[in-house]
């Protein structure tokens, strides 16, 4: 069996591993634990509403189905309710994604919810090795730690998140993110009365559990100065109930944004022994790429390095 070495277990690279078991020897690499980087602070809505082009919106379908097959203690099917542009009901219409009027004069759509993404994380990579190292360098057949020591690997999978661009830079690897961070606010809110996400263009808010919710504010960091007692008020122009949450937790999280939007997933040409995956809607996604990352993991040339 091929020795899989896997850098970076958020979920991206959690999903790998999970995919990757009985089919090749695994080893997960990260500073921190399982699924606490940018999957620590995340909203993980499960959505494919409104994505452009249509075979991202299909990959993004793709992943919500694989996530209903999948459904651990982690997956939330508790639909979404919007109101949605014309263009996007087309396109949903179109595309075959699940729509229906709710009670409340919005669209219900009932395949949506959200995921523990920490806990899907720790879920997929539970009885993989985890080394809790830095990785500072990459060689033909071997992966260095910042300890001095090496790790031997056929293949190297590069699921680092924001740190991926240092480890493409050690396989020789131009790969650019775009700075992105999102607020994500918490709120007290016991026996509230929301059964389903609400979602408009300016705020995002979701059940966490019976007594606390959480909010999502616009993409764009614009309103990370105004801070999360604004964002409270633009929630509760939406959802008047929410007059009566305090909040309990602020968190600023980094996205991982590929240049140009989308995810780039898979191989890199030239370089022999090395897969990659950098993703925004990550959770979303993660089964997907997971289950393709371990495919090309057990098919491509083995030991890590640039073709000479
Ligand atoms: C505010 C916010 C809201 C979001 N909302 C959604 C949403 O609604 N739906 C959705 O699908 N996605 C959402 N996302 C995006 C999603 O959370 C991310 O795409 C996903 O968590 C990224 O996972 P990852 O595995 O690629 O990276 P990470 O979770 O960051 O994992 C990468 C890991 O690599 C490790 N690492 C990095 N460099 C090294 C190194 N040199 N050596 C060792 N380890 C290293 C890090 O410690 C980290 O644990 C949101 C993100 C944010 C910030």
Known sequence: MRRVVI?????????TAHHLAGRAEVVLI???????????????????WGKRPDW???????????????????YHPCGTLLTGSAADREQAARLGYAVS??????????????????????SMASGVPLLNHRVIGLRPGAVELDDGTEVAAD????????????????????????????????????AH??????????????????????????????????????????????????????????????R???????????AVPGIRGYLHAVAHSGVILAPVIGARLAALAVEIPCEVGVHE
């Not at 850098?7 to 999903?15: D, E, N, Q, R, S």
């Not at 669209?107 to 949506?112: D, R």
């Not at 590069?158 to 650019?176: D, F, Q, S, Y």
């Not at 991982?256 to 898979?266: A, C, F, K, M, Q």
């Open 56 to 74: 991202y919106f299909r990959l993004n379908h793709q992943g919500m189905r694989a996530h209903a097959e999948l459904a651990g203690a982690w």
């Open 155 to 190: 293949v190297v999978v590069n699921t680092a998140g924001n740190g991926a661009p240092e480890i493409a830079a050690m396989a020789r690897h131009e790969l650019e993110l775009v700075a992105s961070q999102g607020m994500l606010v918490e709120l007290d809110f016991p």
């Open 256 to 266: 991982v944004v590929p240049r140009g939007g989308l995810p780039s997933i898979g």
């Open 7 to 15: 850098i970076g277990a958020g979920v991206l690279g959690a999903a």
């Open 193 to 254: 009365p929301l059964r389903h996400i609400v979602h408009t263009d300016d705020i995002t808010v979701r059940p966490v559990d019976a007594d606390r919710l959480l909010l999502r504010g616009p993409h764009g960091d614009a309103h990370l100065a105004d801070g999360a007692p604004e964002l409270l008020r633009l929630a509760e122009k939406v959802v008047p109930a929410l007059a009566a949450a305090e909040i309990s937790d602020v968190r600023i999280g980094s």
């Open 30 to 48: 990260d500073e921190r634990g399982v699924g606490e980087g940018t999957t620590a602070c995340s909203f993980s809505r499960l959505s494919a």
């Open 101 to 122: 009027w709710s009670d409340q004069d919005a669209l219900l759509l009932p395949e949506e919810g959200w995921v523990d993404a920490p806990l899907f994380a720790r």
